[in-house]
T-cell receptor, first 114, second 114 residues
Framework: DSGVTQTPKHLITATGQRVTLRCSPR?????VYWYQQSLDQGLQFLIQ???????AKGNILERFSAQQFPDLHSELNLSSLELGDSALYFC?????????????FGPGTRLTVT | AQSVTQLDSQVPVFEEAPVELRCNYS??????LFWYVQYPNQGLQLLLK??????LVKGINGFEAEFNKSQTSFHLRKPSVHISDTAEYFC????????????FGKGTKLSVKP
């Protein structure tokens, strides 16, 4: 158990819908990262927040957005869903925002768009 | 674009045999390298990392990796595998100047047979 929690574990929804994925980092971690794992693209970095502020952006679509709240939990919002958005979405957390800090991964949320 | 290449998508081996999982990165500028393991239906767990110093890095579960700057490689090795090592292994890197977001390879599925 990494200490990072993600809810829900599974999500099935239809095209065009909007969903919210939630992540609670390990106690004391200030940085949250979101990754997408799909068969086509593999594991891709989406976005990083550090202590409530956006720090880095990767291959995140404009239909997707995220935020980190004052209690440090984070939410990833996916809208106008397409079949290709079906994937496993991981959240990771670390103490700091630099490369030297180990990232601890949550168990993921499996999103299925039908 | 910066990338990580894992040359083998699947590696079958017999129990107690040695194994090497290959990883190459795309640039010779400052780079920080990681190996993660993903067991079925679980998140990623850090096996080992190279940030600086000794090029031979030892990690958990008896794994080790060697950073080779001239060959831009970071191959993962274990002298004797167990059935429990069956999992998917991901090589990842963070390039100098970026934040802590990881760039992942496509993964190598290690299958250990009795």
């Amino acid at each position: 158990d990494s200490g990072v929690t993600q809810t829900p574990k599974h999500l099935i929804t239809a095209t065009g819908q909007r969903v919210t994925l939630r992540c609670s980092p390990r106690s004391g971690d200030l940085s949250v990262y979101w990754y997408q794992q799909s068969l086509d693209q593999g594991l891709q970095f989406l976005i990083q927040y550090y202590n409530g502020e956006e720090r880095a952006k990767g291959n995140i679509l404009e239909r997707f957005s995220a935020q980190q709240f004052p209690d440090l939990h984070s939410e990833l919002n996916l809208s106008s869903l397409e079949l290709g958005d079906s994937a496993l979405y991981f959240c990771a957390s670390s103490v700091g925002d630099a490369y030297s800090y180990e990232q601890y991964f949550g168990p993921g949320t499996r999103l299925t768009v039908t | 674009a910066q990338s990580v290449t894992q040359l083998d998508s699947q590696v079958p081996v017999f129990e107690e045999a040695p194994v090497e999982l290959r990883c190459n990165y795309s640039s010779s500028v400052s780079v920080y390298l990681f190996w993660y393991v993903q067991y079925p239906n679980q998140g990623l767990q850090l096996l080992l990392k190279y940030l600086s110093g000794s090029t031979l890095v030892k990690g958990i579960n008896g794994f080790e990796a060697e950073f080779n700057k001239s060959q831009t490689s970071f191959h993962l090795r274990k002298p004797s595998v167990h059935i429990s090592d069956t999992a998917e292994y991901f090589c990842a890197c963070i390039y100098g100047g970026s934040q802590g977001n990881l760039i992942f390879g496509k993964g190598t599925k290690l299958s250990v047979k009795p």
